[in-house]
Structures are given as C-alpha cells and as structure tokens.
C-alpha cells in the first residue's frame, strides 16, 4: 500500500463556551493515500467540516485543536504557526467549498483570482502564470477558456462557477484537496459532472480527496473509502463497497435505511432512528379541529391553461429593442382536490416561476389559473384574499424565509392578524396550539428564528402556512437544505397532512427520489417548458421524453443495497 | 454603460428642473419682488412699468421658462442688498467655500477610510474600541459646538491658528486661493476639521461595519483557503467589496459638506457662499437665494452622477445588468 499524504491522528478539536468545554472534533483519526477519495459523512453538527477546517488552519476561535496530529507527507503540519499554515493552504492542500455562488470575489475577473493565486504559490511570471491559469481552465473543461479567464463570476452559471474553484484548488499542484460539499448547491446532471471531474482529476493527478458530505448517492457514486461520523466522533470506516454493503454501527445503518429510494414507494420516509431525537407531530389534534367544510365539487382544485411568463432580459426605451427571457412557456396541467403533485427539473427550468405565479407572487404574463372554478387572473382585491388564504408556501431556506427580527410567536400569528381569522385574543392560543402540533417545545413562542435548528425552522415555516387552513401547499424544494434524517422527520410531516387533512399540495423538487415516495403524479420542466406528465410509477419506469430518462440516468443511487434490506425497509 | 449614462443625465436634468421650480418660486411666493425693489415713494405706475419692464405680468409657466433660460447662460438677476450680478458674487465667493470643503472632503474620506479599516481588521484590539468610542463624539456633538471648542484650544489658549477669516489669498485668473500661502493654510485648518469631522466618523463607522460583513463572507474565506496573506485578503478583496455601499453615502455626504459649510463658515467667519447665503436671509435677498440653492443642487447632482458612474466601474454586475 502507497504511503498515505496526509493522515489525521486522533485530533481533537475544542471550543470553550460557557457551559463548558464543547468538542464537535473528537478523537478523529483517518488516513488519505495518493489518488483516493475519502468520504466523510454525517448529519449537519457531526464535526466533519469542522475537521476538515482544523486540518488547513481555518478554525475561527476560540476553537482550536487540543489533542492529536496532522501529518502532511511526512510532516507534522498542527503545530506550525498562522504562517507556515498559511504557506499550506491552497499549495499542499486545497479548499473546495459547498456554495460556488459566493466562494468566488464578485468584483475580480475570474482571471485575476487564478493569476493571484498560481503567483503566490509557483512564483511565476504574470504571462506565465496566465498561460496557467488558461491551460487549468480549459482542463476543467471551461468551454473558450480564453475568453472567459476576462469574465466575471456573475457571468458562469453555477456548475461552471465550481469548475472555476476546482481550477482555483488545482493552480498550486495540491496533494491533498478537502471538498466541502462540493456538490450539495447543485442540480443533479452538473453534480454528476462535478463529481466525474473531481474523480477524474484525483486519478490522474494523484491528488488524495476529502470529499465532505451528507449525501450518500454521492458517496456511493464517487469514494474510495468512508468515514461516518457523529457528533464529534468517527463510529465507522471502511472501503465504501464495505460500509454501504455491510454496516456495522447501529448509526450507519439508519443513516443508509434513511435515504430515499427512487426504485420502490414507501408508505412513510425511513427516518435515522440512532439517537432519537424525533419530537411528536400531533397530526390527530390538528385534524379534530380542521375545518373541511370546503371539498371541491368537479374533484379538480388547480387547473393551469398555456400559462406563460417573461422576464426582462435587456431594457431598451423602445419596445421593439427589449428582449425577454421566457421563464415558463405554455405550461398546462391541473391538480385534482387531495393530490399532492410533483414538478421536477434543473433550476432556471420554471418551476418555482410556476409557483409564483400560483401564489400570485408573480403576475402572470399570459394564460389562465383556475382554482375551484374560479379564475384568479380576473379576481378583485377582496376575492384575490380569500384564495390567498386559501392557498400557502413553505420555501426552502428555512434560513431566510423567516424574519430574523420577530418571535416565532408573532411570525406564526401573522397570517391569522392579516386576514383578520381569529379575535386578538383568541391568536395566542390558537398559534401555541400550532406550534404544539408540529411537535416544538411551548417555549418555542417567545424565541426568534436564529435559536432553532434547520428542520425545527422547517416546523415554524410549517405551522405558518397552516395558520390559515389552507386547501393548497405550495412547497418549493422544502427540504433540499436540511440533513437525510431531518429531511425524512419533515416528509412525513407533509405525507400526514396530505393523508388526514386532505391538502392539496404541488410539491417542488430536483431530487428524484424524493418525488418517487412524495408525489402522486409528477410533471417534468425544461427550460420552462413541461415535457412531461405522468403517474410518478409510471414516469419512473417508462419516462416517455428522453429529458427525464437522462435525468432518471443521473441520480446517485446506491445500488449496494441488497433486496432483503429493501424488503426490511418496507415492512 | 452609454445608457447607463444617459438615463442618469436624464434624471440628473429631471432633479435640476425640480429644485430649479422650487428656487423660482421663492420670486413668486416670498413677497412681491417689485416692493423690494421701489423704496417707500412709488406711485401706481412706477409699479406697473417696472412690472412690465420685468416681465412678472406674464403667466406663471412663461416666467419660468425665461428663469431656466437665463439660469442655465449663469445669469441669476441682481443682488437687491449690493445692486450686482449676483453671479458675480458668487464667483468671488466660490473658491473659499469649495477649497474648504474639498479639504475636508478628502480628510473625511482618507481618514474615514483608513480607521474604519483598522476598526475592523482589529475589531477586537485597544486601540479600535478607543477609535469607536471618541468617534461617538464626533457623531453627537453639534459642529458650531466643535468649531468654537477648536478656536477656544488652539487660536485662545494655544494661539497657534487663526480663530476667523481666511488668510491671505492669491488670485489665479478669476479664483483666488488660500492654498498658496502660509497664513492661507494656517487659516484652512481648523474649519476643515470642524467641516469634515461629522463626515469622517460617519464614514468610518460605515467602512467598519460593510467590512465585518465583508469579511464574514465566504469569497474572503475561500481567499484565505487559498493561502493569500492576510493583506492581500483585506485590502485587495475585502476593501472592494467594502466600496461599493460606501461611495454611494459619500456621495451624498459631499455633497452635505457644501450645505453643511453654511455652519462652519459662520462660526469662522469664512468668506464663502454659505456666509453670503446666511446674509441674504437676513436681507430677504432673494435672487441670491435662488442662486445659492441652484449652485447647491448643481454640485449635488453632479457628484452623484460621478458616484454612479464610479459605482458601475468597481461593480462589474451593474454594469451587464444595464
């Protein structure tokens, strides 16, 4: 076996608060050879980024490392000083980050942070050094590379914005790269590229990877070796062929069962059982008290006829001169009364457009809206209100689609003050009784946003479309930011509210097996267009446009998994 | 970017109409004209024929048109108090009041600039919590309390500066200057202190808290993961990033640094338009008025042109997005 590059040897890492001394690192120990990938996995808090920060010197104090040590070929890298970790960073060992959209400078040329970066570290001349740079692009297959090495960040789509900074990580001829959720920020047919490109750049380079994710299709897809941690502590590692085949731990397993499945429809998500954390979703008390006196009488709730929206691309004071990006093209399809339907595709396909202009957050450029026999297009202010009550979001950054300046309190309350639903005095209650049944703690009202977890903000977002009682969730991508388990805790949530309040839902997503176990039927965007709708067992088995057969293709998939555990997982 | 441009003159001309309506109106509405201008012994036709002879018994709309011609060829009519053009008044008085506020311009930006940096690179040290404390100061205390606190120090107790006036002055064509001798630029310091004070601690403030959340960005993280030293990650890529929000603010601070200098000028006695604007208060000298406010608007809108354009420069997503 080939010497590892770097190893990691019992490190701990600490952060002093004042409850006492917090390790999120602790005796974490793995190896990277030459060439090989090594995931590392676990739920979001489970130290893997944390480690991987300590490694390059990036811990933001107080944290530092208190136990263990590094080894960076042949060297002992923890105990070097800003300086010589500084000299490390981006030469022996690279970063790559989750987000592409912001780990570049906007106001530098794409060219200039590569020249900046290759000088630094090779010490070459600038001709050189963009000759470089050039030459790195065009390896990270950056199409007229030439060209784009004077373009700024703003002007590469997300995918390519990532290829950049793996360009960035590659200038100095790195033997280690730590990726950070390199893919998580992206479409599934970018992710498979990136991914093929980290793989292949690993090989050929013999560049050893720490690729940290929450993902297990990624893992499946693209590792060597895995390390699973949580909190803090690494419970198992091993060949990925060993840890996704035959788990040991308790933690692993769970983590494993809990990844949906696009090749068969469970009744509920399999949630990571290790730990127990899940807190109680009363559904049965909400359902005591929903009022369900409106059904709709064809059995069709939602009816979208050629709608159609364009955005501004180019102002000109003449007419004749603007030009207009077309975000949704004659898109039709309806929602029957208790269907929870799907719309998947790549982002900028339409999809939240279409849920825009559904909840009248858009207008809409052309075609019709039909929601219990009425049109919204035509609606007064005073009807526009009551079908606003009528139909909700929940958004998919739990981060920021919550004010940061109210009480979960008043942000659940909100929706009931505005349309005038309840008494002043009757809010309180009602909106304690709501954050009770979406299972968070009673001392939830007084607290604000930034005190809660990602899926506990997920609740609160919850609780305030239910606010009103609404007939129709909208909810776009509402778990594309959240962990596997805490993914699997929500699902279920809005699975229960379909089946014992009857709610209607369009239910917006790019990860395919997720749509598999949520949706009854399943429309398929592309570059605004819907090139497809199908029952979702149908549209998984026989995808009739060759677009979602190319999409089926991509998904990660683990296909390690045996036929008993499928089996196991059903019952 | 030409549209750009040309949009933003449009708005700027637009801006310039507004205020030009507003300062002709001061004509209009603020008194009749015609009994500042006959003494106390006036019959009925004196009054008609110098109303003729002016023009006031034309409509309302005519007479403006007439104002924004002969504004825009810098002809704002004759001072009632001192019987002269009234641009040539200005003109004698402009320098002072533009040479006292481009110094103080620029030490409210340079200073400005330079310890809100250090705040923020040193967020946690002695130094920058003292900064951000005296700082306070300079926020809440009013500028002719500054001024007389400085004259009280330095021109009373100390006697090391002059207390009022500007010196002496040389005149280059038409301009004079206070730049070119000593007692010029002994006579500039105080008021550009007292000037540009309220400006620099703004500013400063501004700077530190745009590059904390700079700083806290993932681009500046990214830089560092890359092994750029701490200086070329704070002042390359952080301090751009840190620009772009603050020149719009001063911009706009510039431009209150010439209607501000009203205060310091009277304190100082400094010769400049905001004395001469103070007097013809006092005298109800309205076509000075008038044309002290359109000077004012003038310089307003075009620095924030210039900060406009400037923006688009450092920003390159402005730029593709007009």
Same mark, same amino acid.
């Given at each position: 076996m080939t010497k590892p590059v770097l190893s990691i040897v019992n490190l701990t890492v600490e952060i002093p608060t004042r409850r006492g001394i917090f390790k999120p690192v602790e005796g974490v120990s793995?190896?990277?050879? +030459?060439?090989?990938? !090594?995931?590392?996995?676990?739920?979001?808090?489970?130290?893997?980024? %944390?480690?991987?920060? *300590?490694?390059?010197?990036?811990?933001?104090?107080? *944290?530092?490392?208190?136990?263990?040590?590094?080894?960076?070929?042949?060297?002992?890298?923890?105990?070097?000083?800003? &300086?010589?970790?500084?000299?490390?960073?981006?030469?022996?060992?690279? @970063? =790559?980050?989750?987000?592409?959209?912001?780990?570049?400078?906007p106001l530098f040329t794409v060219g200039e942070q590569l020249v900046e970066t290759i000088q630094l570290h090779l010490g070459l001349s600038a001709t050189e050094a963009q000759k470089?740079?050039?030459?790195?692009?065009?390896?990270?297959?950056?199409?007229?590379?030439?060209?784009?090495?004077?373009?700024?960040?703003?002007?590469?789509?997300?995918? @390519?914005?990532?290829?950049?900074? =793996? *360009?960035?990580?590659?200038?100095?001829? +790195?033997?280690?790269?730590?990726?950070?959720?390199?893919?998580?920020?992206?479409?599934?047919? =970018?992710q498979a590229q990136v991914l093929d490109l980290i793989k292949e750049l690993a090989r050929e380079r013999q560049v050893g990877v720490i690729l940290v994710t929450h993902d297990m299709g990624v893992i499946a897809d693209t590792t060597d070796q895995v390390t699973v941690m949580y909190e803090g502590r690494v419970v198992e590692q091993g060949t990925t062929s060993q840890i996704l085949g035959a788990p040991t731990h308790a933690y692993t397993k769970s983590l494993i *069962?809990?990844?949906?499945?696009?090749?068969?429809?469970?009744?509920?998500?399999?949630?990571?059982?290790y730990g127990g954390r899940d807190t109680a979703f009363k559904i049965e008390d909400l359902a005591r008290n929903w009022d369900r006196s409106t059904t709709s009488k064809s059995g069709t709730l939602l009816e979208v006829k050629g709608l159609t929206k364009r955005f501004l691309e180019k102002g000109a004071i003449l007419p004749s001169h603007r030009r207009y990006f077309t975000a949704v093209d004659d898109v039709s399809f309806d929602i029957k009364d208790g269907e929870v339907f799907g719309l998947v595709g790549e982002s900028g396909s339409g999809k939240s457009t279409v849920a825009r202009m559904l909840a009248t957050l858009y207008p809409v450029d052309g075609g019709t809206v039909t929601f219990d026999g009425q049109e919204i297009t035509g609606m007064t202010a005073k009807q526009l209100s009551a079908?606003?009550?009528? =139909?909700? %979001?929940?958004?998919?950054?739990?981060?920021?689609?919550?004010?940061?300046? @109210?009480?979960?309190?008043?942000?659940?309350? &909100?929706?009931?003050?505005?349309?005038?639903?309840?008494?002043?005095?009757?809010?309180?209650?009602?909106?304690?009784?709501?954050?009770? !049944?979406?299972?968070?703690?009673?001392?939830a009202y007084r607290k604000y946003p930034h005190e809660f977890s990602g899926g506990q903000r997920q609740r609160i977002s919850i609780a305030r479309a239910l606010a009103t009682q609404p007939r129709f969730l909208i909810c776009d991508e509402p778990t594309s930011a959240l962990d596997v388990s805490i993914q699997a805790q929500i699902l279920n949530i809005l699975k229960d509210l379909q089946e014992h309040l009857g709610l209607t839902m369009l239910f917006i997503s790019h990860d395919l097996p997720v749509v598999r176990q949520m949706c009854d039927r399943v429309g398929v965007m592309r570059q605004g267009k819907l090139v497809e709708v199908q029952e979702t067992s149908a549209l998984f088995e026989r995808p009739q446009s060759s677009y979602t057969r190319e999409l089926l293709d991509l998904m990660p998939r683990l296909e390690q998994l045996s036929e008993k555990e499928i089996a196991d997982l059903r019952t | 970017m030409l549209s750009f441009i040309v949009k933003r003159v449009g708005q700027s001309v637009l801006v310039l109409l507004v205020t030009g309506l507003v300062a002709f109106s001061m004509f209009t509405f603020v008194g009749d004209p015609i009994d500042n201008m006959l003494g106390q012994e006036r019959t009925m036709e004196d009054v008609e024929r110098l109303r003729t002879q002016l023009g006031l018994d034309q409509p309302f709309v005519v007479q403006y048109v007439r104002f924004l011609e002969q504004a825009a060829q810098g002809n704002f009519g004759i001072s009632y108090r001192q019987g002269r053009p009234v641009a040539e008044i200005l003109m004698e008085r402009a320098p002072a009041t533009l040479e006292l506020a481009a110094v103080s311009g620029i030490l409210a930006i340079v200073m400005g600039i330079a310890l809100g940096v250090f705040t923020a690179i040193r967020r946690d040290g002695v130094a920058a919590n003292l900064i951000m404390s005296i700082s306070l100061i300079g926020v809440s205390l009013p500028t002719f309390l500054i001024g007389i606190l400085l004259i009280y120090l330095f021109s009373?107790?100390?006697?090391?500066?002059?207390?009022?006036?500007?010196?002496?002055?040389?005149?280059?064509?038409?301009?004079?200057?206070?730049?070119?001798?000593?007692?010029?630029?002994?006579?500039?310091?105080?008021?550009?202190?007292?000037?540009?004070?309220?400006? /620099?601690?703004?500013? /400063?403030?501004?700077?530190?808290?745009? /590059?904390?959340?700079?700083?806290?960005?993932?681009?500046?993280?990214?830089?560092?993961?890359?092994?750029?030293?701490?200086?070329?990650?704070?002042?390359?890529?952080?301090?751009?990033?840190?620009?772009?929000?603050?020149?719009?603010?001063?911009g706009l601070q510039l431009g209150s640094i010439i209607a501000f200098a009203i205060i310091t000028e009277t304190v100082f006695q400094w010769p400049g338009v905001g004395l001469l604007f103070i007097n013809a208060i006092q005298f109800v000298d309205i076509p000075v008025m008038a044309a002290y406010l359109m000077l004012i608007s003038v310089m307003f809108v075009a620095i924030n042109l210039l900060v406009d354009i400037l923006y688009a420069m450092i920003d390159p997503r402005l730029r593709s997005a007009s």
């Open positions: 793995y190896d990277i050879r +030459p060439g090989e990938i !090594r995931g590392v996995v676990g739920e979001s808090g489970a130290g893997k980024s %944390m480690t991987g920060n *300590a490694v390059i010197g990036l811990l933001d104090p107080p *944290a530092r490392i208190t136990e263990g040590e590094v080894w960076l070929n042949g060297r002992r890298i923890d105990q070097l000083d800003a &300086e010589g970790k500084r000299r490390i960073r981006g030469g022996e060992i690279a @970063m =790559i980050f989750q987000d592409p959209l912001t780990s570049l400078n470089r740079a050039i030459a790195l692009l065009d390896r990270v297959r950056i199409p007229n590379a030439k060209e784009r090495f004077h373009q700024y960040p703003h002007q590469f789509s997300g995918g @390519m914005r990532q290829r950049v900074v =793996i *360009a960035l990580a590659l200038c100095s001829e +790195p033997s280690v790269i730590v990726a950070d959720e390199p893919t998580t920020a992206l479409d599934v047919s =970018i *069962a809990a990844v949906p499945r696009p090749q068969v429809k469970l009744r509920r998500f399999p949630q990571v059982s079908y606003r009550k009528q =139909i909700q %979001m929940i958004f998919q950054d739990p981060f920021s689609s919550l004010n940061p300046r @109210m009480s979960v309190g008043d942000i659940v309350a &909100e929706p009931l003050a505005h349309h005038k639903l309840l008494s002043r005095s009757e809010v309180g209650p009602r909106v304690r009784e709501l954050l009770d !049944r979406v299972g968070l703690a009673p001392d | 009373v107790e100390l006697g090391w500066l002059p207390s009022f006036g500007r010196g002496e002055t040389v005149k280059i064509g038409g301009w004079s200057t206070g730049f070119l001798t000593e007692s010029g630029l002994k006579a500039l310091i105080l008021p550009a202190i007292t000037l540009g004070l309220y400006q /620099m601690t703004l500013i /400063m403030r501004l700077v530190r808290s745009e /590059m904390l959340e700079v700083l806290r960005q993932d681009y500046v993280r990214f830089a560092r993961a890359r092994g750029l030293s701490n200086r070329v990650v704070n002042f390359r890529h952080a301090l751009k990033n840190t620009m772009v929000p603050v020149i719009t603010v001063i």
